[in-house]
């Protein structure tokens, strides 16, 4: 099976010319081998995205404002590890409640990916929800700023796969948690992970 491998290079001198109000730039002089570089890198400290799916073949998505694409994307519900030392599935199950009002029994992981790699250090873990139930009303968050106006509906698997093959979504996360729990369900679910195994993907990664 072929595996990443954590292979850092030196870095000579680091300095941070922007420190926004969730990520960091960093401008890193490192050693690749043929002389220093400089790389600017987005610092960020993570996240996690919940694909939320049912019998018959359906998946439970958001659609929220994204103000650097100005569109309204679909998304699976998601957010930033922003917590000090919290816990993905924790954050996870967090963030099902909060935006989907809705919590769940049965959990798995379907994928740990890195965004865009050449550039952020965004780490993402994909978790698979079934069995899910409403939130007390008297439990339920009050969404604000994009997640205010954020709706959600349930949606075909197949009819995402479609969209996906169509271009006419372009959310990361559900892009690849839409492919990945198509996998899982061919595979009959049996290549799952445990929602608490190890995060081997953010092991050396600045946040």
Known sequence: MIADRVAPRPVLAAT???VGHVWSIDAEVVELGDGPVTRDLLRHPGAVAVMVYREPGEVLLVH?????VRRELWEPPAGLL???DEDPWEAARRELAEEVDLTADTWHVLA???TSP???SEAIRIFLARDVHPVNAAERFAREAEEAEMTSAWVSLDEVLDALA???VGCPTLSLGAYALDAARRGGWARLREPNVPWTARDG???
């Open 16 to 18: 941070t010319p922007f």
């Open 64 to 68: 929220q404002y994204r103000h650097p």
């Open 82 to 84: 922003d917590k000090p």
């Open 112 to 114: 740990d990916v890195y």
């Open 118 to 120: 050449g550039g952020s």
């Open 166 to 168: 169509a271009g006419t």
């Open 205 to 207: 990664v600045p946040r």
